[in-house]
């Protein structure tokens, strides 16, 4: 299918980017009502409830092979419990949108770790388009991290400046974890499909996710959480999880990995204008120029992956 045609496949990823940048900001609505750990816990719950309904619905068998047990249930720790804690703590502290231009850095730190493992070779297009990412990140946070260095008697804020900061760092490590997930699972995508090792690793994740959420889940004040808490509750779980998976997967089948990835890059931006208006997060001259450079990064790297896809088919 080539590029100057778009079909209603098209369409379905441009919703799924938009459905993933919106969380963002529905997220940190949500979070004034909800705690960071009860509100991943409810959705995780809901989430791996219904990924079990659709691959039940699909009457597939749930054996794997012993020697992937182990490592199934490592990676679901990783992604869906470690990952989880940080990318919910660290977004409870820092902005919606700075959030979603770090871990829009994701592709990158995956191709540097397959290249220290010797699983991809850099070419310089693509190390160029990491060297802007983590220039973009550097321009994003700095401003943050700049301010930790300042008495606090200087803060206009005191604190949170603080815990922004400490809320970037947290999200720069699940960018990490999911990194290190990506690579780890890709053979199990290959031995037992995209949905069912996506289940498992999501319900190892679950269970200690939740066990973690416990003291949280007691000590949430339920009678206090508004509709529209409840409502992005949902939203989180059924949109940006459940649906937004699907809709990836099947544009991986339908139009292939470098054509479907292309349609992550447009998150950032969309997250960007969405907390803008929604939360009144006015980005400064440098967090702009730093997401400016990270999509130029990501941009470079992927146009390289395009010509390679092309060049093989």
């Known amino acids: 299918m080539s590029w100057g045609r778009m079909s209603w496949v098209d369409g379905l990823l441009f919703l799924m980017s938009t459905i993933w ?20 816990a409810l959705r995780f719950i809901i989430a791996s409830l219904t990924l079990a309904l659709l691959f039940r619905m699909r009457r597939e068998s749930w054996a794997v092979e012993g020697e992937d047990l182990g490592s199934l249930i490592a990676l679901g720790i990783l992604a869906n419990t470690i990952y989880q804690v940080a990318f919910i703590e660290g977004l409870a502290r ?100 995209a949905l069912k090792s996506t289940l498992l690793t999501m319900a190892s994740g679950t269970i200690p996710l939740v066990l973690i959420s416990l003291p949280a889940l007691r000590e949430q004040s339920w009678t206090m959480i508004r509709p529209t808490a409840w409502a992005a509750l949902f939203f989180s779980a059924l949109g940006a999880i459940v649906f937004c998976f699907v809709a990836w997967n099947y544009g991986l089948k339908r139009l292939g990995s470098t054509r479907t990835a292309i349609y992550s890059n447009l998150s950032p931006a969309i997250a960007l204008l969405v907390a803008w208006l929604g939360l009144n997060e006015r980005p400064s001259p440098e967090q702009l120029i730093g997401a400016t450079v990270i999509l130029l990064g990501i941009s470079l790297a992927r146009a390289r992956e395009e010509e390679a896809e092309l060049t093989i088919s």
Request: proline fraction near 3%.
């Open 21 to 40: 940048a919106v969380n963002f900001t529905l997220v940190k609505i949500a979070l004034h009502d909800f705690s960071p750990l009860s509100f991943n």
């Open 94 to 193: 820092s902005r919606a949108s700075t959030a979603a231009l770090i871990l829009a850095t994701t592709p990158m730190v995956v191709a540097l770790l397959s290249a220290v493992r010797g699983q991809e070779r850099v070419t310089g297009r693509v190390a160029l388009g990491i060297g802007l990412s983590f220039l973009g990140i550097v321009l994003i946070v700095g401003e943050d991290w700049s301010r930790l260095r300042a008495p606090r008697a200087l803060l206009e804020d005191g604190g949170p400046s603080r815990e922004t900061a400490f809320g970037d760092l947290l999200l720069l490590v699940a960018t990490v974890c999911w990194s290190f997930y990506t690579i780890g699972v890709k053979r199990h995508v290959h031995r037992y499909g």
